[in-house]
């Protein structure tokens, strides 16, 4: 298997062994890995994807149902896993893209992928579902490189966590839950101007006053509220 370079295993019940046999292929560019919902993967497991240094796509994802009418999931073990994952994507030196589904992250975990000594290839980053609040935005503000941040789950963001990520200069795509999103948060992304996209799902509290103070600046192709 010395040529494969992909590596794609949906729903897979092999757990914790695939992992350990992917990660003795360290050719790999891609990787996207599906678990059942029952199948148990500990931080232990994940730990062995540090090994796949030329990575440049990893997504993980849990086979379960997200329903908007009821909390998001963030059992202990969970946010463990997710902060796992987090930890090694931010090992691996050629990582562009990374994809979390169905598996629960917290403010430490982002904490943990824009450390200093992370690598700084990251470019696009979604996550499903996650706790978001102001010290995570602040977090996520230190990855240079990001293009694309596509987060959704419970939100604890004020104007001032919304303001951090101004510094992301070259941020095209953006999608935060909305649910506390003002006029006042919003303004502070008036210099993301090479934004293309925004997605601020239930964002109830937005007056037409507020897009309209953003409409000089920016290019959007795409708004979603």
């Known amino acids: ?36 919902a029952d199948e148990v993967i500990t931080p232990e497991d994940v730990a062995a994807l540090s090994q796949l240094t030329r990575l440049k796509t990893l997504g993980v994802s849990r086979d379960v149902t997200i329903n908007d009418n009821e909390p998001v999931p963030h059992a202990p073990e969970q946010i463990a896993l997710g902060g796992a994952i987090l930890a090694v994507a931010g090992k691996l030196p050629k990582l562009e893209s990374l994809s979390l589904f169905g598996i629960a992250t917290g403010e430490e975990s982002l904490n943990a992928l824009a450390s200093p000594s992370a690598r700084p290839a990251l470019r696009n980053l979604a996550l499903a579902p996650t706790r978001v609040t102001d ?9 240079a490189t990001l293009r694309h941040i596509n987060l959704s789950g419970e939100a604890e963001i004020t104007a001032q966590g919304i303001g951090s990520l101004a510094q992301l200069k070259r941020l095209a795509y953006l999608t935060l839950p909305g649910e506390n999103i003002t006029d006042e948060a919003l303004a502070q992304l008036a210099p993301l101007t090479a934004l293309k996209g925004l997605g601020l799902t239930g964002a109830k509290k937005l007056s037409g006053r507020g897009l309209a103070a953003l409409k000089g600046g920016w290019r959007l192709r795409v708004l979603s509220i």
């Open 1 to 36: 298997l010395k040529d494969l370079r992909s590596v794609i295993m949906n729903r897979t019940a092999a757990g914790a062994a695939a992992l350990r046999a992917v990660a003795r292929l360290p050719q790999l560019d891609i990787l996207q890995i599906s678990f059942g």
């Open 135 to 143: 010290a995570g935005l602040a977090a996520l503000s230190q990855i």
